[in-house]
Nanobody, 127 residues
């Protein structure tokens, strides 16, 4: 069993930055590909970024590429999302996800591949 707890959300002005963190409890954190997803009010949950088990490879949604950076520390069982140049349209609840069998490059299509979700953290970007 793996529990994921996100932190770091909040209110920020457009153009600002936030860093989200996801702390994982349980064993074998490094055996999971990790991802970040978000859900804005009235919209479906969407892929944001994902990272390989080793942390050596990552993938991003086009909407956040060159602004967001995903990273992980397998010694601390954490995955982070550095968000720069935030836009109003980045406002959403951000969720951390763990996939035991999925691959980072297939993360936009993770559906049944997600084994665990965090509870989410709200990010609000004021324009």
């Amino acid at each position: 069993q793996v529990q994921l707890v996100e932190s770091g959300g909040g209110l920020v002005q457009a153009g600002g930055s936030l860093r989200l963190s996801c702390a994982a409890s349980g064993r074998s954190f490094s055996s999971y590909a990790m991802g970040w997803f978000r859900q804005a009010p009235g919209k479906e949950r969407e892929f944001v970024a994902a990272i390989s088990r080793s942390g050596g490879s990552s993938s991003y949604a086009d909407s956040v590429k060159d602004r967001f950076t995903i990273s992980r520390d397998n010694t601390k069982n954490t995955v982070s999302l550095q968000m720069n140049s935030l836009k109003h349209e980045d406002t959403a609840v951000y969720y951390c996800a763990a996939s035991q069998h999925g691959t980072y490059y297939h993360a936009p299509h993770w559906t049944s591949e997600i084994n665990y979700w965090g509870q989410g953290t709200q990010v609000t970007v004021s324009s």
